[in-house]
């Protein structure tokens, strides 16, 4: 239905745009000879477009690089920011510490001791709420907020060999 109407609205577009340049051509030998005025208002028009363009830029470009360093954009923590290790090898993770208290924010450094893995945290739900990426040599801090009580799973994203699937590590929260 919705593929006729665009068909037959290309078909009547493309009709009319083909009947406006025959017309364009079937009056292009009559008597315009003066060009200067015409060119003169085409080259005041594009100078305006371009300061408007440049305009717009900027000021994209402003809104975007306002919020450097993005770091700011990471959720503010409401108390202390707690701090944990995680650590994924083939085929386990460590997390270190492994308990904490909801409310608290925790910033994870994410690591790996071999391969590339995904840390995935999953709440009691089993509804995915943070991830990154844990790449040897180096650490990805990810911050997350515990906002309820119960155990929270940790699982690896990233297929890591054979026992990928076994890798996996609980984080209690209590009030
Ligand atoms: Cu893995």
Partial sequence: MIQDVVWYTSIFIMAALAALFAWV????????TNYGPVIASAYRLRSW?????????????YRSLIELPYVSLLPRPL????SALATGEQWAW??????????QTVEFKVTSKDVNHGF??????MRIVAQTQAMPGYINILRHTFSQP????????EFCGLAHHDMKADIVVTQ
């Fill in 120 to 125: 995935a945290l999953y709440d009691p739900g």
């Fill in 94 to 103: 460590v997390v270190s510490p492994n308990a904490f208290r909801v409310g």
């Fill in 49 to 61: 477009l371009f300061a408007a363009a440049l305009l717009v830029l900027l000021g994209f470009s």
């Fill in 25 to 32: 051509a079937a009056g292009a030998d009559a008597a315009l």
């Fill in 79 to 82: 108390g202390p920011v707690g």
């Fill in 150 to 157: 119960g155990t929270y799973h940790v699982l690896c994203l």
